[in-house]
């Protein structure tokens, strides 16, 4: 098991960028795969991007080109850079480890408690 602390949630005009980041209380660099999730309001939870232990990289198609999702293993860290927000962006980001793979929830074994990510005018 692993804690997952997110930060970096904040207000942005549309086309600004934001880079959250996920702390982790142990060593990442043993676990599988790591992602990050999104849950606008009325909306069901869905993955943004996922990093395995090696470092292959998955995004969903909404994001894919204007996300970046990397890990920094020393700092048992994940980040995701976001660029060209848009309101549709607009969700609380979640943080989320797993053994196996964190394509989908089932799979993911942690969860952070979330961040909050505003893209308004």
């Known amino acids: 098991q692993v804690q997952l602390v997110e930060s970096g949630g904040d207000l942005v005009h549309p086309g600004g960028s934001l880079r959250l980041s996920c702390a982790a209380s142990?060593?990442?660099?043993?676990?599988?795969?790591m992602g990050w999730y999104r849950q606008a309001p009325g909306k069901q939870r869905e993955m943004v991007a996922t990093?395995?232990?090696?470092?292959?990289?998955n995004y969903a198609d909404s994001v894919k080109g204007r996300f970046t999702i990397s890990r920094d293993n020393a700092k048992n860290t994940v980040y995701l850079q976001m660029n060209s927000l848009t309101p549709e962006d607009t969700a609380v980001y979640y943080c989320?480890?797993?053994?196996?793979?964190?394509?989908?929830?089932?799979?993911?074994?942690?969860w952070g408690q979330g961040t909050q990510v505003t893209v308004s005018s």
């Open positions: 989320a480890a797993g053994r196996w793979g964190v394509s989908t929830t089932s799979q993911a074994e942690d």
């Open positions: 990093i395995t232990i090696i470092g292959s990289t």
């Open positions: 142990r060593s990442i660099s043993s676990i599988g795969a």
